[in-house]
């Protein structure tokens, strides 16, 4: 484990100081809240000995991945590689998923990239990772797509 002492001080680049500057090792829970979810997340990052700006770990440049795994352990969500699956088991492409369900596909997009679901498009994709429920979805909405878009049976 890192400890906050001089002697593993590295130099970082600090955006805010538009230079290489010592950093030291930070650590905090932060509370949060994503679509009405309120939650607690823990933080590693640097700290900009010079101006103070929180600076993101090099190792790990995605500040927003723990907030949003901690979103997800609090609010049962799917992770991005469960829509991914449920999508592919429908035999359906991202554009005519998102059809079929209402969704714009750079919604379906995103949500295979990692951005956090609200609890109710959450059930949404849920449900259409049940069979049954996705043949009668296929059943009302499968003429709103084109010939090539169909699963193949
Ligand atoms: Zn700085």
Redo the contacts with the bound molecule.
């Keep these: 484990m890192l400890k906050a002492d001089a002697t593993n001080l590295s130099p970082m680049f600090?955006?805010?100081?538009s230079?290489l500057?010592d950093a030291k090792p930070i650590s905090y829970d932060e509370d949060c809240e994503i679509h009405g979810v309120e939650f607690t997340f823990h933080v590693d990052a640097f700290e900009?000995?010079?101006?103070?700006?929180e600076?993101a770990d090099p190792a790990d440049p995605d500040l927003f991945r723990p907030m949003y795994d901690a979103y997800r352990a609090a609010s049962g969500t799917l992770r991005p590689d469960e829509v991914k699956a449920i999508r592919q088991r429908s035999g359906l492409s991202q554009v005519a998923f998102a059809t079929i369900l209402g969704m714009s596909p750079a919604t379906i997009n995103r949500y295979e990239m990692g951005v956090p679901i609200a609890i109710k498009e959450d059930n949404l994709l849920r449900m259409a990772g049940i069979p049954s429920a996705l043949r009668m979805l296929l059943r009302q909405r499968g003429h709103l797509l084109k010939p090539g878009q169909r699963p193949k049976a």
Excluded at 48 to 53: D, F, R, S, V
């Design positions: 600090c955006p805010r100081c230079a500057r900009c000995l010079t101006c103070g700006e600076l």
